[in-house]
């Protein structure tokens, strides 16, 4: 689909990647561009419109829908880290990385996915991560929160391919934003990362790899995990 012209909805608008990608999509002739955030007062961007919308509470959602009933593109960018591993962490902390990280974005395609319809189809970008594909030191609640969020992208493409809809899912390493503020790791600039989603959008893509890393990790999951994670291979012999 084209962007100039759209009329776009972008989830966790008011800063990091959200507000990257609503001021690209401004910059790119989108005609509308809705800001959606829990705090619509920290919106500062101009010429978006804010829309209060907090991805895990299915009646902001739905009116959400409601308000954007116009829109073409939704950009689903909203998501949390909490840096939890899977044994020792807390089990509600789990459950919140899942509700907003899975079933946020599902809330939103589902509320979206008729709007989508009934304007022509147009599409929706997940944003998603290398860490769909493999676990990490840094919280493996993240970890299996975006894997979920990767299947979900998948299901949801088969699922909307009929009304022509276009599902993109955008995967990247570390993204130099809040969220990892303070983590010593390889960043990508956001708005490399924002570019590189909006052209997968316009050029067609079902998947965009924003970064080297995840050229790299997509192209060896097909291998045996031993490869994927070497940080498992067996200690050398002692002496």
């Known amino acids: 689909m084209e962007i100039q012209g ?3 909805l972008v989830t966790g608008a008011n800063r990091g ?3 990257h990608f ?3 999509l401004l910059e790119r002739g989108a005609a509308k561009v809705y800001a ?3 705090r619509t007062e920290s919106i500062d961007l101009p010429g978006v419109e804010a829309v209060l919308l907090d991805i895990t509470d299915p009646a902001s959602v739905a009116a959400a829908a409601k308000t ?3 829109a073409t593109l939704l950009i689903n960018n909203a998501g949390i880290a909490t840096f939890e591993n899977l044994l020792d962490g807390s089990e509600d902390t789990i459950r919140r990385e899942m509700e907003t990280n899975f079933f946020g974005t599902l809330n939103m395609v589902r509320a979206f996915a008729p709007v989508l319809g009934a304007n022509g189809g147009g599409a929706v970008l997940n944003m998603l991560s290398v860490l769909s594909w493999r676990s990490a030191g840094i919280g ?5 929160a975006k894997a979920a969020s990767w299947s979900l992208t998948n299901g949801a493409r088969l699922e909307l391919a009929s009304q022509g809809t276009q599902v993109v899912g955008l995967h990247v390493a570390g993204v130099d934003t809040d969220m990892l503020a303070g983590i010593e790791a390889d960043k990508s600039d956001p708005a490399d990362v924002v570019r590189a989603g909006l052209d997968g959008i316009e050029s067609g893509a079902l998947e965009v790899l924003a970064d080297r890393n995840a050229v790299e990790l997509k192209a ?3 291998a ?4 994927v994670y070497p940080e498992l291979a067996p200690a050398g012999p002692t002496r």
């Open 220 to 222: 060896v999951l097909n």
């Open 36 to 38: 959606g955030s829990r």
């Open 224 to 227: 045996d995990p031993s490869v």
């Open 140 to 144: 493996h609640a993240y970890s299996a």
């Open 6 to 8: 759209s009329i776009a």
């Open 68 to 70: 954007a009933a116009d």
């Open 17 to 19: 990647m959200g507000r």
């Open 22 to 24: 609503a001021r690209q």
